[in-house]
């Protein structure tokens, strides 16, 4: 079962994923995110996969966070495929990865909500401006969410 687990830790939201960081956790990170008073950190040492939502829901906080506080997003003991993923998009540059021990995370679990399709959409537009090889990749993906939420091609 994917679980996000939220918890502070001397002022900074620690967001600990467990599972699959997918489409279905997007809205409740969101609103983490968008609420956040610091830049928060993801404890992915239990996260086995991200999907492309997910990977520009990263994409777009870090660039968020490093407008407004001058901070990337730092993400905690991230598996080999998840690295390779954030690589392969080219947020890893714009990421702050730590390998470290962790201690037992006590918090509040959160409930997972679908993402919108207009969040989807707004978060593989940004994937796809990173490059041009996600531009290619996610093509597809973006001119059928803009067909979904009735948005013009741009």
Known sequence: MDTIILSTNNGVDIIRLDGKATMKNVSEITKILDEAKNVPIFDFTKVTYLDSTFLGLIA?????YKTKYNKY??????????????????????????????????????????ATPEQILELHEILSDLNEENKKEFEKVVEQMRKVVGKKDE
């Open 73 to 114: 997003l730092t993400i905690i003991n991230p598996c080999e495929l998840v690295l390779n993923l954030l690589k392969q998009t080219g947020i890893l540059k714009f990421l702050i990865i730590l390998n470290e021990n962790t201690t037992s995370v006590n918090g509040k679990v959160i409930e997972s909500k679908m």
């Open 60 to 64: 777009k906080y870090t660039m968020l």
